[in-house]
């Protein structure tokens, strides 16, 4: 016997990224080498010092059974001081939850705050996590269009009373998955005055928290009265390349983290008691390294700008993030096409912006995850089969 989908399953979609995957994979069985500069897998590996506490941890018989949910208590304790060090942010216990990657919550947060007749607002072009529990939990999906004209910062202000009245939960994403764009702190003291006069649940995806090139990014909670209206989700995949690890946590509005918590705990269930470790160990230390990180992505960032620009080529300076998004001349009008042919002729992938939702038709996202001769090639070749549509 086949199972069909149900049909809010259905109304999901499948991600591109599995789409291209397969399309590279039928490539390379066929002998052609695909230089990738499409995935936001980081390249390196977890800190070695991350992966002894790891190592320790797992000795450790107390890591072996069912976890406590919500976090261990000495993982808290690290993640108050990690937010107070950094952010000059301070947490109560209730105001921390811990999780098994942030995708996880980013799928329950609307499934346990939205309604089917209400509204969640999103950012787009956006990350694709968001659309899955929104869809999942029936509610409306309202989407708030992110311009180069307004650094890739949402107009507030042209969202309709209609929707705000029946808004219950926005999403953000800064430093911004595809566009690279950095929030100011006066956007996050407009979207918390949003969130207290309208009464709406933001959530703040910290995901690129830490690769930020010019300043430090800021975080929401250091907006004033932020901890009333919403929470922020810092993952720890990117920071200390521990995407395989599944470690991330949200801190903020203890209303809000008291229902995801609730939610996670009946479904993903705790987070394992090793990660959990290396975690605590992970935001403890790691200063140089996560420095160190951040000059590779720079160096990386730098090497792909030039050489577009070098070329003529209209391409945002990220600041931050390890993604670069490219402007495509006017001649191209599907970028979806334009990046299925890259791929099949010029062997590069990339991610074509609309996949981010339409805003982002016109553009392309190169990710920084690859060594710089991978990226110096892939960007060549890009370069090489763009200039044909320049005329
Ligand atoms: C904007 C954004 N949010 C969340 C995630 C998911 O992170 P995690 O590894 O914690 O599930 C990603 C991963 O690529 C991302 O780009």
Redesign the pocket.
């Known amino acids: 016997m086949e199972f069909n989908a149900s049909r809010r399953l259905q109304s999901v979609g499948e991600k591109y990224l599995a789409i291209q995957q397969a399309n590279i994979n039928q490539l390379k069985k066929a002998g052609i080498e695909v230089l990738n500069l499409g995935r ?1 897998n980081p390249d390196l590996p977890t800190f070695m010092p991350v992966v002894q506490a790891a190592k320790t941890a797992l000795d450790n018989k107390a890591n072996h059974g069912y976890p406590p949910y919500g976090g261990k208590p000495a993982l808290k304790t690290s993640i108050k001081h990690f937010y107070q060090r950094e952010y000059q942010v301070a947490l109560e216990d209730d105001e921390i939850t811990v999780f098994s ?4 919550a ?1 799928t329950a947060l609307p499934m346990a705050l939205a309604d089917p007749e209400g509204v969640v607002l999103t950012p787009t072009p956006a ?1 694709f ?1 968001y659309h899955i529990g929104i869809t999942m939990s029936g509610a409306e999906e309202w989407q708030m269009p992110l311009l180069e004209k307004n650094n890739y910062l949402p107009d507030l202000e042209n969202i309709p009373q209609t929707i705000r009245d029946r808004s219950q939960l926005m999403f953000l ?1 800064y430093p911004h ?1 595809p566009t690279g764009a950095g929030a100011t702190q006066d956007l996050f003291d407009r979207v918390v005055q949003f969130g207290l006069d309208n009464h709406i649940a933001i959530v703040h ?1 910290f ?2 928290a830490d690769i930020s090139f010019e300043h430090q990014a800021p975080s929401f909670l250091q907006s004033k009265r932020a901890k009333e209206t919403g929470i922020e ?1 810092y ?4 920071t200390f390349n521990m ?1 395989g690890w ?1 470690s ?1 946590f949200a801190v903020g509005n203890a209303s809000i983290i008291k229902l995801l918590k609730a939610y996670i705990q009946n479904s993903v269930g705790g987070t394992f008691g090793v990660v959990q470790d290396a975690s605590e160990y992970a935001l403890d230390t790691q200063i140089k390294e996560r420095k160190q990180l951040r000059d590779t992505y720079l160096e990386r960032r730098n090497t792909v700008i030039q050489l577009l620009e070098a070329h003529h080529f209209s391409v945002s300076q990220s600041s931050g993030t390890f993604f670069v998004w490219l402007q495509l001349p006017e001649t191209i009008t599907d970028d979806k096409q334009f990046a299925k042919s890259l791929l099949n002729n010029a062997h590069v992938a990339v991610v074509p912006g609309s996949a981010f939702g339409e805003a982002g038709q016109g553009y392309l996202r190169i990710s920084l995850v690859a060594d710089k001769a991978t990226l110096s090639s892939g960007i060549n070749q890009l370069i090489t089969y763009l200039k044909q549509y320049r005329e």
Do not use: H, M, V
């Open positions: 936001g990657g942030s995708a996880a980013l990350f996590g994403n998955n995806d995901a690129y989700i993952t720890l995949s990117k995407a599944r991330a």
